[in-house]
């Protein structure tokens, strides 16, 4: 999924528009511009240019004479992390959660067992949209530490699910909580050297309070010292939503990935595996 970095509008001015190749320059990440139209602010790292038509699709470079490191890159320190959760508003998905003012819900249970009765109850969404927030509520959160010197490298991860409640479709009272396991989710290291860590990443869980597919998430997140890059490439399920961003040496977080709900997908869309690439990439 691509996506575009804002610079502050007070910094616009110190910047102009860009040609393609151009260098970019982000409070210390670089890219080059892949994509440029006529717009005043803006950014893009590396390959990743918005297509996204409410997002401006520029990039806005300083005189590579003006670039500066970030840091000095015998030292990467990064946090990266993927969540899968479920949107506040899904069109034909959500409703609103009674006596719960501005708050939404799944109603009855998965389309899919339609031998079971609708009555079987609701359940409340994350109750937001995209964020960038390490400890944005989600479905399913994984996140992996990686730190790499010209001396050695280090990885470590850690994995939660957000709890799951289940609602009266009526009155809105909450009957039941539930906390998925994150057995099934977890990151194994593929290689690892001072110079690059590539761990691959397979992560798995569903709703524990009812008989439910699993939502999967697979990819392989690499770390490269020597290229400054981080990505991550991978597949999600048609729903619900995906995003995954890092911190790079304590700055941050910025953006890798996200992708929504595809149209027209619910719970029911689970049945299948991950199919829906995921991926992105930010230049140190």
Request: aromatic share 10%; proline share 6%; glycine share 8%.
């Amino acid at each position: 999924m691509r996506s575009s970095i804002y610079l502050l509008p007070a910094l616009a001015v110190a910047f102009s528009n860009a040609n393609i190749g151009d260098p970019c320059d982000y409070k210390g990440i670089q890219g080059s511009c892949q994509e440029a139209r006529n717009c005043t602010k803006g950014f893009v790292l590396g390959d990743i240019c918005s297509t996204e038509p409410t997002v401006l699709s520029c990039c806005i470079a300083k005189p590579s004479s003006e670039l500066s490191p970030r840091w000095d890159s015998s030292q990467v320190d990064v946090v990266f992390w993927i969540k899968a959760f479920i949107p506040k508003d899904v069109a034909d998905v959500t409703h609103p959660w009674p006596k719960h003012p501005g708050e939404t819900m799944l109603s009855g249970l998965w389309q899919w067992l339609e031998w079971l009765p609708k009555s079987g109850g609701c359940f409340a969404t994350d109750q937001r949209t995209f964020a960038s927030s390490i400890s944005a509520s989600a479905r399913m959160h994984s996140q992996a530490s990686v730190s790499i010197s010209a001396k050695k490298y280090t990885w470590s991860h850690i994995h939660r699910c957000g709890q799951t409640l289940k609602v009266d479709c009526d009155d809105g009272k909450v009957k039941k909580r539930g906390t998925a396991s994150t057995k099934d989710m977890k990151f194994t290291l593929k290689s690892g050297s001072t110079k690059k860590v590539v761990l691959n990443y397979v992560g798995t869980a569903n709703n524990p309070l009812v008989i439910a597919p699993n939502i999967d998430v697979v990819g392989t997140l690499t770390i490269d010292r020597v290229k400054k890059l981080v990505k991550f490439e991978g597949k999600v399920d048609e729903f619900p939503a995906f995003e995954a961003y890092a911190t790079l040496n304590g700055f941050g977080p910025y953006l890798v990935a996200k992708i929504g709900p595809k149209k027209g997908a619910g719970p029911e869309s689970l049945k299948g595996g991950a199919n829906r690439k995921f991926a992105g990439t930010i230049y140190i």
